[in-house]
């Protein structure tokens, strides 16, 4: 099963790279989003509250890409990634890029909780793995 999770994600982040987000749409009313801590709206937001956030994320943007720049399988459910997200605030003339870590657990084919962290080393041990 983990491959085809690992195939699952990688399908869903050529979509983000090419800016494409309407799978957040479909997202299950028990999904689940952990925002990173080092984020001003940290916290844990579950089914239409994750649904918000990530619209109002996708929503501050003009242009926003979400690419990923590494995928591991952790094994069982879970999928490490490595994003790089580029996009352009609304109101300015700069694009900002950030660099993340998602650990995506999925049930079946679909997502059902993505946790958000700022390092590989804490995405590799949210899931019980060593660098």
């Known amino acids: 099963m983990s491959q085809e999770n690992v195939e699952v994600v990688r399908a869903a982040y050529e979509e ?3 800016g494409d987000f309407s799978g957040w749409a479909e997202l299950p009313d028990d999904y689940e989003f ?3 801590p080092e984020l001003l709206d940290t916290g844990t937001y579950r089914g239409e509250a994750a649904r918000r956030w990530l619209k109002a994320w996708l929503e501050s943007f003009e242009r ?3 690419e990923a720049t590494e995928i591991i399988d952790a094994g069982g459910d879970k999928v490490v990634v490595g994003i790089l997200q580029r996009g352009r605030p609304h109101g300015s003339q700069s694009i900002v890029e ?3 870590w998602a650990v995506e657990t999925l049930r079946g084919a ?3 909780r993505t ?3 700022p ?3 804490e995405a590799l041990q949210a899931v019980g793995l060593e660098e």
């Open 16 to 18: 983000f790279s090419r």
């Open 64 to 66: 926003l890409t979400i």
């Open 115 to 117: 946790e958000l962290l």
């Open 119 to 121: 390092h590989r080393d």
């Open 34 to 36: 952990v925002a990173s």
């Open 98 to 100: 950030g660099r993340w």
């Open 110 to 112: 679909e997502f059902f």
